[in-house]
């Protein structure tokens, strides 16, 4: 049983798009994260929720758009893409005051 | 600003020899200290960790030094493999307040055969 899943794997789209990718963890850690990762490795995050409620907000084009509808789902929803948006997303979770963060297998996004 | 710096950017060693990934950080409110593990096409993967209240921390081939009074920490991969070939992060976190990780920039490891 996958402890942080993530869908699509993949994503392949057009410039000006809207695109989601979903996040579900079933560890019962109350907060979750999406980090991106350029080509060149970095991961950066992006946000960061604990019990449902935003606690981290990167500096990230608004049209990244965060969704997370109870404290085991986190989806990630972007609006108008761009080519630089290309990269792989991860979704992570943790419990706080534990310290252990797990991600998910990523999600690549290729805008065209 | 980069809160944890990670050096070396690359790294290749021969089979069965010693790998060495470094890590700096400027915050001593971190508490808590991890070592990430990333295979292509797959997400990071906690390897080990380590609190600053001990000096380090062995886990099989895999060990960390940390430093306290110089701020750094540093991953040492004993007879490396093959198998070891990967990206490594380090990161840093409070884990008090709400879990915000810093991580370093990555090393790619390559262990020649």
């Known amino acids: 049983d996958t402890a942080v899943s993530q869908t699509p794997k993949y994503l392949v789209t057009q410039m000006g798009n809207d695109k989601s990718i979903k996040c579900e963890q079933n560890?019962?850690?109350?907060?979750m994260y999406w980090y991106k990762q350029d080509s060149k490795k970095f991961l950066k995050i992006m946000f960061s929720?604990?019990?449902?409620?935003?606690?981290i907000n990167e500096t990230v084009p608004n049209r990244f758009s965060p969704k997370s509808p109870d404290k085991a789902h986190l989806n990630l929803h972007i609006n108008s893409l761009e080519l630089g948006d290309s990269a792989v997303y991860f979704c992570a979770s943790s419990q706080v005051a534990v310290g252990e963060l797990f991600f998910g297998e990523g999600s690549r996004l290729t805008v065209l | 600003q980069q809160q944890v710096k990670q050096s070396p950017q690359s790294l290749i060693v021969q089979k069965g020899g010693i790998s060495i990934i470094n890590c700096a950080y400027e915050n001593t409110a971190f508490d808590y200290f991890p070592w990430y593990q990333q295979f292509p096409g797959k997400g990071p993967a906690l390897l080990i960790a380590?609190?600053?209240?001990?000096s380090e921390k062995k886990e099989g081939r895999f060990t960390i030094s940390f430093n306290k009074s110089a701020k750094q920490f540093s991953l040492h991969i004993m007879d490396s493999q093959p198998g070891d070939s990967a990206t490594y992060f380090c990161a840093a976190s409070i884990r008090s307040t709400g879990n915000q990780f810093y991580f370093g920039t990555g090393t790619s490891l390559t262990v020649i055969p």
């Open positions: 560890l019962g850690h109350d907060t």
């Open positions: 929720y604990n019990n449902k409620e935003l606690i």
């Open positions: 380590i609190r600053p209240d001990v």
